[in-house]
Protein backbone atom coordinates (compact mmCIF):
# COMPACT_ATOMS: atom_id res chain seq x y z
CA UNK A 1 0.00 0.00 0.00
CA UNK A 2 1.12 3.36 -1.32
CA UNK A 3 2.54 5.60 1.96
CA UNK A 4 3.78 9.15 1.81
CA UNK A 5 6.72 8.88 4.22
CA UNK A 6 8.19 5.86 1.77
CA UNK A 7 11.85 6.93 1.05
CA UNK A 8 11.21 7.42 -2.61
CA UNK A 9 8.47 9.97 -1.97
CA UNK A 10 11.21 12.15 -0.99
CA UNK A 11 12.86 11.86 -3.87
CA UNK A 12 13.50 12.63 -7.82
CA UNK A 13 15.37 12.59 -10.26
CA UNK A 14 16.62 15.67 -11.54
CA UNK A 15 19.21 15.62 -13.87
CA UNK A 16 21.14 12.65 -16.29
CA UNK A 17 23.87 12.25 -18.06
CA UNK A 18 25.42 9.98 -20.55
CA UNK A 19 28.95 9.56 -22.84
CA UNK A 20 29.37 8.42 -26.51
CA UNK A 21 29.45 4.71 -26.28
CA UNK A 22 33.05 3.93 -27.25
CA UNK A 23 34.64 1.11 -28.31
CA UNK A 24 36.87 1.67 -27.05
CA UNK A 25 36.92 5.26 -26.20
CA UNK A 26 39.66 7.35 -26.56
CA UNK A 27 39.07 8.69 -23.45
CA UNK A 28 40.15 7.18 -20.04
CA UNK A 29 36.97 5.42 -17.31
CA UNK A 30 37.84 8.95 -15.15
CA UNK A 31 37.25 11.16 -18.16
CA UNK A 32 34.09 9.32 -19.23
CA UNK A 33 32.76 9.49 -15.59
CA UNK A 34 33.67 13.10 -15.30
CA UNK A 35 31.53 13.70 -18.30
CA UNK A 36 28.53 11.55 -17.35
CA UNK A 37 28.67 13.43 -13.95
CA UNK A 38 29.02 17.18 -15.01
CA UNK A 39 26.41 16.46 -17.87
CA UNK A 40 23.52 15.55 -14.92
CA UNK A 41 24.63 18.25 -12.59
CA UNK A 42 24.62 20.75 -15.46
CA UNK A 43 20.96 19.09 -17.02
CA UNK A 44 19.30 19.37 -13.33
CA UNK A 45 20.81 23.02 -13.13
CA UNK A 46 22.51 22.89 -9.54
CA UNK A 47 26.24 23.37 -8.79
CA UNK A 48 28.51 21.34 -8.76
CA UNK A 49 29.28 22.52 -4.87
CA UNK A 50 25.67 21.41 -4.13
CA UNK A 51 26.28 18.00 -4.63
CA UNK A 52 26.98 16.67 -1.06
CA UNK A 53 26.33 12.42 -1.89
CA UNK A 54 28.11 10.67 -4.11
CA UNK A 55 27.77 6.67 -4.90
CA UNK A 56 28.56 4.34 -7.88
CA UNK A 57 27.99 0.94 -8.66
CA UNK A 58 29.56 -1.49 -7.76
CA UNK A 59 32.60 -0.06 -5.94
CA UNK A 60 35.85 0.42 -7.91
CA UNK A 61 37.65 -2.95 -8.97
CA UNK A 62 40.62 -3.66 -10.62
CA UNK A 63 39.75 -6.92 -11.95
CA UNK A 64 36.74 -8.08 -13.80
CA UNK A 65 38.04 -6.52 -16.86
CA UNK A 66 36.71 -3.11 -16.71
CA UNK A 67 33.87 -3.71 -15.25
CA UNK A 68 33.57 -1.05 -12.94
CA UNK A 69 37.50 1.14 -12.63
CA UNK A 70 36.49 4.48 -11.06
CA UNK A 71 35.27 5.07 -7.59
CA UNK A 72 33.83 7.94 -6.02
CA UNK A 73 36.97 8.91 -4.40
CA UNK A 74 38.74 10.20 -7.62
CA UNK A 75 35.86 11.60 -8.87
CA UNK A 76 35.34 13.14 -5.88
CA UNK A 77 38.80 14.63 -5.87
CA UNK A 78 38.28 15.90 -9.49
CA UNK A 79 35.46 17.42 -9.08
CA UNK A 80 36.28 19.61 -6.62
CA UNK A 81 33.86 18.54 -4.24
CA UNK A 82 32.89 17.91 -0.28
CA UNK A 83 30.77 14.95 0.02
CA UNK A 84 29.33 13.76 3.36
CA UNK A 85 29.05 10.40 2.30
CA UNK A 86 29.63 7.90 0.15
CA UNK A 87 29.12 3.98 -0.32
CA UNK A 88 30.16 1.42 -2.18
CA UNK A 89 27.02 -0.82 -3.89
CA UNK A 90 27.32 -3.89 -3.01
CA UNK A 91 28.52 -6.20 -5.94
CA UNK A 92 25.71 -7.08 -7.27
CA UNK A 93 23.01 -6.68 -4.21
CA UNK A 94 19.81 -5.46 -5.49
CA UNK A 95 21.58 -5.13 -9.08
CA UNK A 96 22.86 -1.90 -10.74
CA UNK A 97 20.37 0.16 -9.32
CA UNK A 98 21.31 -0.71 -5.78
CA UNK A 99 24.11 2.81 -5.57
CA UNK A 100 20.28 4.40 -6.99
CA UNK A 101 18.36 2.95 -3.44
CA UNK A 102 21.21 3.98 -1.39
CA UNK A 103 21.18 7.60 -2.88
CA UNK A 104 17.14 7.75 -2.40
CA UNK A 105 18.27 6.41 1.69
CA UNK A 106 20.57 8.92 2.00
CA UNK A 107 18.59 11.89 0.84
CA UNK A 108 15.24 10.44 2.49
CA UNK A 109 17.26 10.22 6.18
CA UNK A 110 18.64 13.91 5.57
CA UNK A 111 22.15 12.88 5.31
CA UNK A 112 22.50 14.39 2.00
CA UNK A 113 19.90 17.04 -0.58
CA UNK A 114 21.70 16.03 -3.84
CA UNK A 115 23.36 12.65 -5.04
CA UNK A 116 25.29 11.85 -8.05
CA UNK A 117 24.86 8.39 -9.01
CA UNK A 118 27.09 7.12 -11.45
CA UNK A 119 28.11 3.63 -13.39
CA UNK A 120 31.03 3.28 -15.81
CA UNK A 121 32.41 1.08 -17.49
CA UNK A 122 35.80 0.18 -19.82
CA UNK A 123 35.00 -3.18 -21.03
CA UNK A 124 36.13 -2.50 -24.57
CA UNK A 125 39.14 -0.82 -23.74
CA UNK A 126 39.68 -4.07 -21.23
CA UNK A 127 39.01 -6.44 -24.25
CA UNK A 128 41.75 -4.25 -25.89
CA UNK A 129 44.01 -5.84 -24.05
CA UNK A 130 42.93 -9.44 -22.94
CA UNK A 131 40.16 -10.50 -25.04
CA UNK A 132 39.65 -13.16 -21.84
CA UNK A 133 39.12 -10.10 -19.42
CA UNK A 134 35.55 -10.18 -19.54
CA UNK A 135 35.43 -13.65 -18.88
CA UNK A 136 33.91 -15.05 -15.82
CA UNK A 137 37.39 -17.11 -14.45
CA UNK A 138 38.89 -14.48 -12.35
CA UNK A 139 42.30 -13.93 -11.66
CA UNK A 140 43.44 -16.22 -9.57
CA UNK A 141 44.45 -19.98 -9.75
CA UNK A 142 41.15 -21.74 -8.64
CA UNK A 143 37.76 -20.44 -8.74
CA UNK A 144 36.34 -20.02 -5.57
CA UNK A 145 32.85 -20.33 -4.05
CA UNK A 146 31.23 -17.12 -4.76
CA UNK A 147 32.52 -17.03 -8.10
CA UNK A 148 31.20 -19.15 -10.29
CA UNK A 149 32.98 -22.19 -8.89
CA UNK A 150 30.28 -24.67 -9.31
CA UNK A 151 30.02 -23.51 -13.13
CA UNK A 152 33.26 -22.44 -14.20
CA UNK A 153 34.75 -25.86 -14.27
CA UNK A 154 32.77 -27.23 -16.37
CA UNK A 155 33.90 -24.39 -19.32
CA UNK A 156 30.86 -21.91 -18.35
CA UNK A 157 33.01 -19.17 -18.98
CA UNK A 158 30.08 -16.37 -19.79
CA UNK A 159 26.70 -15.66 -18.04
CA UNK A 160 25.48 -16.81 -21.84
CA UNK A 161 25.92 -20.05 -20.79
CA UNK A 162 23.91 -19.74 -17.74
CA UNK A 163 21.08 -17.64 -19.20
CA UNK A 164 20.70 -19.87 -21.89
CA UNK A 165 19.71 -22.99 -19.85
CA UNK A 166 16.90 -20.14 -18.97
CA UNK A 167 15.83 -19.31 -22.57
CA UNK A 168 15.72 -23.24 -22.71
CA UNK A 169 13.74 -24.20 -20.24
CA UNK A 170 11.20 -21.17 -21.11
CA UNK A 171 10.88 -22.82 -24.52
CA UNK A 172 10.26 -26.41 -22.96
CA UNK A 173 7.99 -25.02 -21.09
CA UNK A 174 5.96 -22.75 -23.20
CA UNK A 175 6.65 -24.35 -26.15
CA UNK A 176 7.52 -21.09 -27.97
CA UNK A 177 11.22 -20.80 -29.58
CA UNK A 178 14.09 -18.88 -31.35
CA UNK A 179 11.59 -17.03 -33.61
CA UNK A 180 9.84 -15.56 -30.99
CA UNK A 181 13.50 -14.89 -28.53
CA UNK A 182 14.28 -13.73 -31.70
CA UNK A 183 11.82 -10.38 -31.66
CA UNK A 184 13.73 -8.99 -28.43
CA UNK A 185 16.55 -8.31 -30.50
CA UNK A 186 14.75 -7.03 -33.57
CA UNK A 187 12.55 -4.98 -31.50
CA UNK A 188 15.56 -3.19 -30.08
CA UNK A 189 17.36 -2.45 -33.22
CA UNK A 190 14.53 -0.99 -34.63
CA UNK A 191 14.27 1.43 -32.24
CA UNK A 192 18.74 1.91 -31.49
CA UNK A 193 17.93 2.94 -35.08
CA UNK A 194 16.80 6.72 -33.65
CA UNK A 195 19.24 6.56 -31.02
CA UNK A 196 22.30 8.34 -32.28
CA UNK A 197 24.60 7.12 -29.28
CA UNK A 198 23.43 3.62 -29.98
CA UNK A 199 26.40 1.31 -31.34
CA UNK A 200 24.31 -0.40 -33.60
CA UNK A 201 21.93 0.87 -35.72
CA UNK A 202 21.39 -0.59 -38.28
CA UNK A 203 17.86 -2.71 -38.47
CA UNK A 204 17.69 -6.30 -38.28
CA UNK A 205 14.91 -8.89 -39.80
CA UNK A 206 14.43 -12.30 -38.07
CA UNK A 207 16.34 -14.18 -41.02
CA UNK A 208 19.09 -11.38 -39.55
CA UNK A 209 18.98 -13.23 -36.32
CA UNK A 210 18.32 -16.69 -37.32
CA UNK A 211 21.45 -16.44 -39.55
CA UNK A 212 23.72 -14.88 -37.20
CA UNK A 213 26.33 -17.05 -35.38
CA UNK A 214 25.44 -19.59 -32.06
CA UNK A 215 26.84 -18.99 -29.13
CA UNK A 216 25.23 -20.66 -26.87
CA UNK A 217 21.95 -22.58 -27.34
CA UNK A 218 19.55 -21.29 -28.39
CA UNK A 219 21.00 -17.85 -27.70
CA UNK A 220 23.06 -16.65 -30.84
CA UNK A 221 24.90 -13.72 -31.67
CA UNK A 222 22.20 -10.90 -31.59
CA UNK A 223 20.84 -12.53 -27.77
CA UNK A 224 23.48 -10.95 -26.35
CA UNK A 225 24.74 -7.15 -25.25
CA UNK A 226 27.89 -5.95 -26.42
CA UNK A 227 30.72 -4.53 -24.05
CA UNK A 228 31.53 -0.70 -24.36
CA UNK A 229 33.32 1.90 -22.37
CA UNK A 230 30.98 4.70 -21.34
CA UNK A 231 29.47 6.45 -18.14
CA UNK A 232 26.23 7.56 -17.54
CA UNK A 233 25.18 9.62 -14.34
CA UNK A 234 21.84 9.83 -12.67
CA UNK A 235 20.90 12.80 -10.45
CA UNK A 236 19.17 12.53 -7.09
CA UNK A 237 17.71 15.39 -5.43
CA UNK A 238 15.35 16.06 -2.50
CA UNK A 239 12.30 16.74 -3.50
CA UNK A 240 11.48 20.54 -2.00
CA UNK A 241 14.68 21.50 -3.66
CA UNK A 242 13.73 19.29 -6.91
CA UNK A 243 10.92 21.15 -7.88
CA UNK A 244 12.88 24.84 -8.06
CA UNK A 245 15.35 23.06 -11.12
CA UNK A 246 15.62 23.05 -14.75
CA UNK A 247 13.67 19.93 -15.43
CA UNK A 248 10.14 19.11 -14.45
CA UNK A 249 10.85 16.73 -11.41
CA UNK A 250 10.89 13.05 -11.92
CA UNK A 251 9.24 11.17 -9.39
CA UNK A 252 9.80 7.53 -8.08
CA UNK A 253 6.40 6.44 -7.58
CA UNK A 254 7.47 3.36 -6.34
CA UNK A 255 10.60 1.02 -5.83
CA UNK A 256 11.55 -2.47 -5.61
CA UNK A 257 14.19 -4.73 -4.96
CA UNK A 258 15.51 -8.25 -4.59
CA UNK A 259 18.85 -10.18 -4.19
CA UNK A 260 19.68 -13.50 -6.02
CA UNK A 261 22.84 -16.30 -5.62
CA UNK A 262 23.45 -17.22 -9.39
CA UNK A 263 27.04 -16.69 -9.11
CA UNK A 264 27.42 -18.52 -5.67
CA UNK A 265 25.31 -21.42 -7.62
CA UNK A 266 22.02 -21.62 -5.94
CA UNK A 267 19.00 -21.97 -8.11
CA UNK A 268 15.25 -22.80 -7.69
CA UNK A 269 12.07 -22.87 -8.95
CA UNK A 270 12.29 -24.46 -12.75
CA UNK A 271 14.90 -21.98 -15.00
CA UNK A 272 11.48 -19.79 -15.82
CA UNK A 273 11.53 -17.33 -12.87
CA UNK A 274 14.46 -15.89 -11.20
CA UNK A 275 14.68 -13.73 -7.30
CA UNK A 276 13.66 -10.99 -9.75
CA UNK A 277 9.44 -11.93 -9.04
CA UNK A 278 10.24 -10.67 -4.86
CA UNK A 279 11.41 -7.46 -6.54
CA UNK A 280 8.07 -7.07 -8.32
CA UNK A 281 6.18 -7.97 -5.59
CA UNK A 282 7.48 -5.56 -3.35
CA UNK A 283 7.18 -2.17 -6.45
CA UNK A 284 3.70 -3.10 -6.71
CA UNK A 285 2.80 -3.38 -3.03
CA UNK A 286 4.46 0.48 -2.45
CA UNK A 287 1.56 1.86 -5.03
CA UNK A 288 -1.92 1.76 -6.12
CA UNK A 289 -0.71 2.31 -9.25
CA UNK A 290 -1.28 -1.00 -11.47
CA UNK A 291 0.84 -2.47 -14.50
CA UNK A 292 -1.75 -0.80 -16.92
CA UNK A 293 -0.32 2.64 -16.04
CA UNK A 294 2.91 1.82 -17.71
CA UNK A 295 3.61 4.13 -20.61
CA UNK A 296 6.50 2.55 -21.58
CA UNK A 297 9.54 0.08 -20.31
CA UNK A 298 13.30 0.24 -20.50
CA UNK A 299 13.66 -3.94 -19.06
CA UNK A 300 17.10 -5.32 -18.49
CA UNK A 301 18.35 -6.93 -21.75
CA UNK A 302 22.11 -8.32 -20.89
CA UNK A 303 20.64 -11.17 -22.73
CA UNK A 304 17.28 -11.15 -24.79
CA UNK A 305 16.09 -14.13 -22.23
CA UNK A 306 16.38 -11.54 -19.53
CA UNK A 307 13.36 -9.54 -21.20
CA UNK A 308 10.70 -11.77 -21.23
CA UNK A 309 11.84 -12.63 -17.56
CA UNK A 310 11.75 -9.21 -16.26
CA UNK A 311 7.87 -8.37 -17.67
CA UNK A 312 6.96 -11.57 -15.91
CA UNK A 313 8.43 -10.47 -12.58
CA UNK A 314 6.99 -6.71 -12.74
CA UNK A 315 4.15 -7.95 -13.86
CA UNK A 316 3.78 -6.13 -16.77
CA UNK A 317 3.04 -9.43 -18.71
CA UNK A 318 1.31 -12.42 -17.55
CA UNK A 319 2.89 -15.83 -16.64
CA UNK A 320 4.35 -17.38 -20.18
CA UNK A 321 2.82 -14.31 -21.88
CA UNK A 322 5.97 -11.92 -22.66
CA UNK A 323 7.17 -14.52 -26.11
CA UNK A 324 4.12 -14.02 -27.32
CA UNK A 325 3.49 -10.20 -26.20
CA UNK A 326 7.09 -9.39 -28.00
CA UNK A 327 6.96 -11.53 -30.95
CA UNK A 328 5.82 -9.28 -33.82
CA UNK A 329 7.11 -6.05 -32.60
CA UNK A 330 3.74 -4.48 -32.75
CA UNK A 331 2.96 -4.33 -29.06
CA UNK A 332 6.20 -3.37 -28.39
CA UNK A 333 6.95 -0.62 -31.20
CA UNK A 334 7.15 3.74 -30.03
CA UNK A 335 3.54 3.50 -31.16
CA UNK A 336 2.73 0.15 -29.80
CA UNK A 337 0.35 -0.48 -25.93
CA UNK A 338 4.15 -1.24 -23.87
CA UNK A 339 6.78 0.78 -26.53
CA UNK A 340 9.96 -1.28 -24.84
CA UNK A 341 13.44 -0.81 -24.79
CA UNK A 342 12.98 2.99 -26.78
CA UNK A 343 16.93 3.23 -26.91
CA UNK A 344 17.59 -0.08 -28.31
CA UNK A 345 18.62 -1.37 -24.77
CA UNK A 346 21.82 -3.35 -24.30
CA UNK A 347 21.74 -5.37 -26.90
CA UNK A 348 21.97 -2.37 -29.53
CA UNK A 349 22.33 0.67 -27.54
CA UNK A 350 25.77 -1.15 -25.69
CA UNK A 351 26.32 -2.28 -21.93
CA UNK A 352 25.81 1.00 -20.14
CA UNK A 353 25.29 -1.69 -17.52
CA UNK A 354 21.54 -0.85 -16.41
CA UNK A 355 21.81 2.70 -16.19
CA UNK A 356 21.28 2.95 -19.79
CA UNK A 357 17.89 2.23 -18.99
CA UNK A 358 16.96 4.94 -16.09
CA UNK A 359 18.57 7.18 -18.49
CA UNK A 360 16.14 6.53 -21.38
CA UNK A 361 13.30 6.28 -19.26
CA UNK A 362 14.11 9.79 -17.94
CA UNK A 363 14.86 10.94 -21.62
CA UNK A 364 11.24 9.53 -22.52
CA UNK A 365 9.52 11.37 -19.44
CA UNK A 366 11.27 14.50 -20.47
CA UNK A 367 10.28 14.52 -23.88
CA UNK A 368 13.92 13.93 -25.16
CA UNK A 369 13.35 10.77 -27.04
CA UNK A 370 13.63 12.61 -30.83
CA UNK A 371 12.19 10.03 -33.40
CA UNK A 372 11.94 7.34 -31.00
CA UNK A 373 9.86 9.57 -28.60
CA UNK A 374 7.00 8.13 -27.02
CA UNK A 375 3.94 10.36 -27.30
CA UNK A 376 2.41 11.65 -24.01
CA UNK A 377 4.89 9.38 -22.01
CA UNK A 378 4.46 9.97 -18.36
CA UNK A 379 5.26 6.96 -16.58
CA UNK A 380 8.26 4.83 -17.09
CA UNK A 381 9.00 1.20 -15.65
CA UNK A 382 12.78 1.01 -15.72
CA UNK A 383 14.48 -2.63 -14.04
CA UNK A 384 18.30 -3.70 -13.78
CA UNK A 385 20.23 -7.12 -13.32
CA UNK A 386 20.46 -10.33 -14.20
CA UNK A 387 22.04 -11.48 -10.77
CA UNK A 388 20.67 -8.75 -8.36
CA UNK A 389 17.48 -7.19 -9.03
CA UNK A 390 16.08 -3.65 -9.03
CA UNK A 391 12.96 -1.79 -10.57
CA UNK A 392 11.54 1.56 -10.73
CA UNK A 393 8.39 3.35 -11.47
CA UNK A 394 9.27 6.71 -12.52
CA UNK A 395 6.51 9.20 -13.20
CA UNK A 396 6.63 12.71 -14.45
CA UNK A 397 3.56 15.02 -15.06
CA UNK B 1 34.20 -38.94 -24.99
CA UNK B 2 37.62 -39.07 -23.85
CA UNK B 3 38.99 -37.54 -26.69
CA UNK B 4 36.57 -34.73 -26.64
CA UNK B 5 38.00 -33.94 -23.27
CA UNK B 6 41.32 -33.79 -23.73
CA UNK B 7 41.05 -31.75 -27.03
CA UNK B 8 39.81 -29.02 -24.73
CA UNK B 9 41.55 -26.20 -22.67
CA UNK B 10 42.34 -27.25 -19.01
CA UNK B 11 39.89 -27.32 -16.93
CA UNK B 12 39.85 -24.02 -14.03
CA UNK B 13 39.57 -25.82 -10.92
CA UNK B 14 37.28 -24.91 -7.93
CA UNK B 15 38.96 -23.42 -4.54
CA UNK B 16 38.68 -26.68 -2.12
CA UNK B 17 36.54 -25.22 1.38
CA UNK B 18 35.77 -26.91 4.33
CA UNK B 19 31.88 -26.65 3.17
CA UNK B 20 32.69 -27.76 -0.46
CA UNK B 21 35.51 -30.28 -0.63
CA UNK B 22 33.30 -33.20 -0.28
CA UNK B 23 31.18 -32.21 -3.26
CA UNK B 24 34.77 -31.88 -5.11
CA UNK B 25 36.62 -34.59 -3.75
CA UNK B 26 33.69 -37.30 -2.98
CA UNK B 27 34.52 -38.85 -6.51
CA UNK B 28 37.24 -40.34 -4.93
CA UNK B 29 35.52 -42.94 -3.34
CA UNK B 30 33.13 -43.21 -6.67
CA UNK B 31 30.33 -41.05 -4.53
CA UNK B 32 28.41 -38.02 -5.25
CA UNK B 33 28.41 -36.49 -2.18
CA UNK B 34 25.43 -33.77 -1.76
CA UNK B 35 25.04 -31.81 1.92
CA UNK B 36 22.02 -33.22 3.80
CA UNK B 37 20.29 -32.02 6.82
CA UNK B 38 20.68 -34.49 9.62
CA UNK B 39 17.98 -32.46 11.63
CA UNK B 40 15.19 -32.04 8.82
CA UNK B 41 16.48 -33.91 6.04
CA UNK B 42 16.67 -31.71 3.58
CA UNK B 43 19.35 -31.62 0.44
CA UNK B 44 21.26 -28.64 0.21
CA UNK B 45 23.46 -27.86 -2.46
CA UNK B 46 25.46 -25.82 -2.83
CA UNK B 47 26.52 -27.14 0.45
CA UNK B 48 26.33 -24.51 3.14
CA UNK B 49 27.55 -24.10 7.33
CA UNK B 50 23.94 -24.28 8.47
CA UNK B 51 20.73 -26.17 6.89
CA UNK B 52 18.63 -23.07 5.26
CA UNK B 53 15.46 -24.80 6.09
CA UNK B 54 15.51 -25.69 9.72
CA UNK B 55 18.90 -23.17 10.64
CA UNK B 56 20.71 -26.14 12.16
CA UNK B 57 24.52 -27.15 12.48
CA UNK B 58 23.45 -30.79 12.22
CA UNK B 59 24.72 -30.67 7.97
CA UNK B 60 26.93 -33.28 6.61
CA UNK B 61 27.71 -35.05 3.40
CA UNK B 62 25.84 -38.05 2.16
CA UNK B 63 26.18 -40.40 -0.67
CA UNK B 64 22.99 -39.76 -3.25
CA UNK B 65 22.43 -42.26 -6.41
CA UNK B 66 24.45 -39.87 -8.80
CA UNK B 67 21.37 -40.67 -11.02
CA UNK B 68 18.93 -37.44 -11.96
CA UNK B 69 17.49 -35.80 -15.13
CA UNK B 70 18.48 -32.98 -17.12
CA UNK B 71 16.41 -30.29 -16.14
CA UNK B 72 17.70 -27.60 -19.20
CA UNK B 73 21.14 -27.43 -21.52
CA UNK B 74 22.96 -25.32 -23.40
CA UNK B 75 25.14 -26.05 -26.25
CA UNK B 76 28.12 -23.82 -26.33
CA UNK B 77 29.40 -23.21 -29.65
CA UNK B 78 31.84 -20.11 -28.90
CA UNK B 79 35.63 -20.86 -28.43
CA UNK B 80 35.58 -18.14 -25.64
CA UNK B 81 39.53 -19.37 -25.15
CA UNK B 82 42.08 -21.20 -27.83
CA UNK B 83 41.14 -25.07 -27.91
CA UNK B 84 37.51 -24.17 -26.70
CA UNK B 85 36.31 -25.33 -30.48
CA UNK B 86 33.90 -28.07 -29.76
CA UNK B 87 30.41 -27.79 -28.87
CA UNK B 88 30.23 -28.81 -25.80
CA UNK B 89 26.77 -29.56 -23.50
CA UNK B 90 26.41 -27.52 -19.87
CA UNK B 91 23.32 -28.62 -18.11
CA UNK B 92 21.43 -28.12 -14.47
CA UNK B 93 21.04 -31.61 -13.87
CA UNK B 94 18.09 -32.25 -11.27
CA UNK B 95 19.15 -35.38 -8.19
CA UNK B 96 16.29 -37.88 -8.29
CA UNK B 97 17.14 -37.42 -4.48
CA UNK B 98 14.69 -33.99 -4.25
CA UNK B 99 12.74 -31.36 -6.02
CA UNK B 100 14.80 -28.83 -7.46
CA UNK B 101 18.32 -29.90 -6.31
CA UNK B 102 20.15 -28.53 -9.45
CA UNK B 103 23.99 -29.25 -9.75
CA UNK B 104 25.35 -27.88 -12.60
CA UNK B 105 28.17 -30.20 -15.19
CA UNK B 106 28.77 -30.62 -18.55
CA UNK B 107 26.77 -33.80 -19.95
CA UNK B 108 29.24 -36.37 -22.01
CA UNK B 109 27.60 -37.23 -24.98
CA UNK B 110 26.91 -36.54 -28.13
CA UNK B 111 25.31 -32.73 -27.91
CA UNK B 112 22.75 -33.34 -30.75
CA UNK B 113 21.47 -36.34 -28.70
CA UNK B 114 21.02 -34.14 -25.52
CA UNK B 115 17.28 -33.26 -24.42
CA UNK B 116 15.41 -31.98 -21.61
CA UNK B 117 14.39 -34.65 -19.53
CA UNK B 118 17.03 -36.95 -20.20
CA UNK B 119 17.67 -39.44 -17.49
CA UNK B 120 21.97 -38.79 -16.88
CA UNK B 121 23.90 -40.55 -14.34
CA UNK B 122 27.29 -39.15 -12.63
CA UNK B 123 30.84 -40.17 -13.61
CA UNK B 124 34.03 -38.25 -12.38
CA UNK B 125 36.90 -36.75 -14.15
CA UNK B 126 39.58 -36.34 -11.34
CA UNK B 127 42.23 -33.79 -12.26
CA UNK B 128 44.56 -32.53 -9.29
CA UNK B 129 42.84 -32.91 -5.96
CA UNK B 130 39.28 -32.51 -7.83
CA UNK B 131 36.96 -34.91 -8.62
CA UNK B 132 34.28 -33.22 -11.33
CA UNK B 133 31.11 -34.72 -11.21
CA UNK B 134 29.87 -35.46 -14.99
CA UNK B 135 27.13 -37.19 -16.21
CA UNK B 136 26.40 -39.08 -18.97
CA UNK B 137 23.15 -40.63 -20.39
CA UNK B 138 21.65 -43.27 -18.38
CA UNK B 139 21.22 -46.47 -19.74
CA UNK B 140 22.27 -46.04 -22.94
CA UNK B 141 25.17 -48.01 -23.21
CA UNK B 142 28.19 -47.17 -25.66
CA UNK B 143 28.24 -43.44 -24.62
CA UNK B 144 31.24 -43.78 -22.86
CA UNK B 145 34.52 -44.71 -24.14
Known amino acids: MKREDYPEKQVCITGIGQTKAGRPSDRSALQLTLEACLQAIDDAGISVDDVDGLICHPGKTPEGGGISPVGTVETMMALGIRPVWTNPSSHEGPGHMAAIFQGIMAIATGLCKHVLCFRSVAQATARMTSRSSTLLTGNRERVDPGNNAFTVPYHAYSPVNLWALYAQAYFDKYGVGEEELGWVAVNGRRHAMHNPNAIYRKPITIDDYLDARMISTPLRLYDCDSHIDGSTAILLSAKDLAKDLKNPPINIEAMGMSMGAFGEGLHSGDF ?25 AQIYDGFSIHVWLWLEAVRLCGRGEAAGFIAGGERTAITGELPLNTSGGQLSAGRFHGYGHTHEACAQLWGRGGERQVAGAKTCMAVNGGYGYGAMLLNCD | MTARSNSMPARKLPLLTPETEAFWTGGKNGELLIQRCGTCGLYQHPPLPICSACRTETVASAAVSGKGKVKTFTINHQPWMPGLDEPFVFAAVELDEQAELYIFSNILAAPEAVTSGMRVKVSFE ?3 DVWLPMFTPDGEAGDEA
Open chain 1, 272 to 296: TMTPAEVCGDMLWNRTDWTPKDVDC
Open chain 2, 126 to 128: HLD
